[in-house]
């Protein structure tokens, strides 16, 4: 008798991403990758975001509506959390704004399920990988210093340490206790992939081809780098 697939739930936030989110699913829906589910986590998007999220439900989508925005880490957790509740084995991280190549996540997924690695990173700064062609100098800068911080900082031996495109095994979710992480912004990523690492657990990467957003404006404010470049430091003392 065959095995039957793991259950692969991508989590994707969703903040006024109207234009974009259709192009997504369909991408996603195109992929080969049996036992694949979308949940849409939306932040009530005065855009209608959530009511194109309907639309697009079926049996391999469904969408989890949050009546304030209150962050991307807190959207995360919240679909996350549905996700492991719903049974899902492999869970994928991801943006709604198509910056992240969908065509990579079979990558991910083998890479995690082939390995025994807790999470698999979509890499832009192993070989093979880089970030939007797009990028000015300043702003492709300001990622690899953020990157050589946080590890020089914490230590988390990983080439993209503020990667949001990432493949988590069920198990790995529940060992770093997902209800109890503070941080919010950019850098709930950091800190996932540091309770990972304290856990002992290991953090692969493959490389992705990082594009820039196709609609719509970046949620990069000052109050994210802000949080982004404290974070570190808390979870090194052991504040957060």
């Known amino acids: 008798m065959a095995e039957a697939a793991p259950k692969i739930t991508v989590v994707v936030p969703t903040y006024n991403e109207r234009e974009n989110l259709p192009v997504l699913v369909a991408k996603l829906r195109e992929l ?32 989890l509506h949050r009546t304030e925005k209150d962050g991307l880490g807190r959207a995360y957790i919240a679909g996350i959390s549905r996700a ?26 083998e890479k995690l399920l082939g390995t025994d690695a807790g999470v698999v990173l979509g890499s832009r700064y192993v070989e093979g990988g880089r970030t939007a062609s797009e990028w000015p100098w300043h702003r492709k800068a300001l990622s690899a210093w953020a990157n050589f911080y946080v590890n020089a900082i914490l230590h988390l031996r990983v080439k993209d340490a503020t990667a949001g495109f990432k493949a988590w095994r069920a198990a790995t ?11 919010n912004g950019y850098s709930f990523q950091v800190e996932m992939n ?15 081809v990082f594009e820039e957003r196709a609609e719509g404006a970046s949620k990069m404010t000052f109050a994210v780098q802000l949080e982004s470049a404290i974070t570190p430091w808390k979870l090194l003392f052991g504040r957060m």
């Open 32 to 63: 080969d990758l049996p036992g694949l589910h979308v949940l849409v986590v939306d932040d009530n998007s005065p855009d209608g975001t959530g009511d194109v999220a309907d639309g697009l439900a079926g049996d391999d989508l469904g969408v």
């Open 173 to 183: 979710l529940r060992a770093i206790d997902l209800p109890t992480i503070r941080s």
């Open 194 to 208: 540091y309770r990972t690492v304290k856990r002992g657990l290991r953090i692969l990467e493959v490389p992705i």
């Open 84 to 109: 492991l509740d719903e049974g899902a084995d492999v869970v994928i991280q991801m943006d709604a704004d198509l910056s992240h190549p969908v065509d990579r996540v079979p990558a991910l997924v």
